[in-house]
């Protein structure tokens, strides 16, 4: 039987918060923000709160994350049973305007993070508790997992020149937090000033993957439709700054990649060897949408073996430095704009280092260049364990 876990939203059911009473409140939510029967965050705030939601806010891809792709944006809308203003953070702002949060005086957010660095939903809402702070707002958030635990912390230590919004902050691209406490970490080492608040989890433990947890995943986003295409995401996502299908437009977002052009035997014989936890099935696949639309791409699928020993983000910057070596002339990095960046590569911006994406072409040992950021990454293990709220 697998152990109870229950989310910040089965929490605030059981037990509400007396200083929500009498509160104007606002809620960022999209699909996934459901409790255990599968009823909407929006649905429970309304019967628990009657008359106090004033306004709701969406993430990336939209308040029914319809949306597919980035820079694919969501208009602002209207909630038909409440008539209360639906505010798009992902539309000519992703920033709330002060004219938004007018209407609250608390904002309530539940949302499914994937404790990647480039997945803009922890940067929404950073900016959500920032301009908050600066209008006097409190916050409230409700807690849920990170879906590939909160063990394992991967990866170079993104580079403040290469900020965006697939990486506001100095972290590394798999950081091991809960949702609850990487907006904690925030608001606190970045400053931000805000009166925020965490509803909890019970039952979660950070070695715990979501496949742990008794609760049904739900995307968050339409190219995350599993709890595994999570576990290889942190790696994975490095493709969309590329000519490299990521295996959107499939059945198997991020678990599958390729491209028209790829010899899979003499790649696969390499990278056989050196990923540890993992399979890569040579495999053909025809992208509906996307990079090789309708194009026959040849490509791997990835079956992770031990979730102990796979590192997701090593193993796909091993992958890229691979097609780099036998295609040169055929493998691209993408070219701007990339979320909302017209001047630089996207794939500094998902790297978070245009020094790191120089030293893969180079064909420098990558784990010369993950010697390289180890003291970086211990430096943000040791600050961000500080906002644990589950040990």
């Known amino acids: 039987m697998n152990p109870r876990v229950r989310t910040g939203i089965e929490n605030l059911k059981t037990n509400p918060p007396d200083y929500l009473k009498g509160k ?24 628990m709160f009657p008359g106090q939601l004033r306004a709701l806010f969406s993430p990336q891809h939209g308040f029914h994350a319809e ?16 008539n209360i203003p639906v505010f798009s953070l992902y539309s000519e702002t992703r920033v709330p305007t002060p004219q938004m949060f007018d209407r609250i005086d608390t904002l309530i957010i539940d949302i499914q ?34 879906p590939i635990g909160g063990l394992k912390i991967e990866g170079n230590i993104l580079e403040p020149d290469y900020a965006s919004f697939v990486g506001r902050f100095p972290i590394p691209m798999r950081h091991g937090m809960t949702v609850g406490e990487i907006s904690q970490f925030f608001n606190q080492q970045f400053n931000l000033g805000c009166d925020l608040k965490i ?49 959107r437009g499939t059945t198997l977002p991020f678990e599958q990649f390729g491209a028209p052009f790829l010899d899979t035997l003499a790649i696969g014989q390499i990278a056989g060897k050196r990923i540890k936890g993992a399979v890569l099935r040579p495999i053909n696949f025809e992208p509906t949408s996307g990079k090789w639309q309708q194009q026959t791409c040849k490509g791997f699928h990835i079956h992770i073996t031990s979730r102990d020993n796979f590192s997701p983000y090593l193993a796909s910057l091993y992958l890229m430095q691979l097609i780099l070596k036998f295609h040169p002339d055929k493998f691209e990095f993408k070219q701007p704009p990339y979320e909302y960046e017209y001047e630089r590569l996207p794939m500094d911006l998902i790297l978070g280092s ?28 040791s600050q961000s364990r500080k906002f644990y709220l589950y040990e």
């Open 24 to 47: 104007k409140l606002g809620l960022l939510a999209n699909p996934a923000s459901v409790d255990k029967g599968f009823t909407h965050t929006l649905d429970i705030i309304n019967q």
């Open 67 to 82: 949306k597919q792709d980035n820079m694919i944006e969501s208009g602002h809308g209207v909630e038909p049973i409440l």
């Open 113 to 146: 993070d994937v404790g990647t660095r480039v997945y803009t939903f922890i940067y929404t809402i950073s900016y959500c508790i920032e301009v908050a702070a600066r209008l006097n707002k409190s916050v409230v958030i409700l807690d849920r997992p990170n």
């Open 199 to 247: 509803i909890p989890m019970e039952g979660w433990k950070r070695s715990m993957y979501w496949q742990d947890t008794d609760l049904v995943w739900l995307p968050p986003s339409p190219n995350l439709p599993t709890p595994l295409s999570c576990m290889v995401y942190p790696g994975q996502v490095i493709f969309e700054g590329t000519n490299i299908s990521e295996g």
């Open 354 to 381: 245009r020094d790191l994406r120089k030293k893969i072409t180079e064909m420098k040992e990558i784990e010369i260049l993950e010697a390289n950021w180890i003291e970086g990454l211990n430096h943000f293990k």
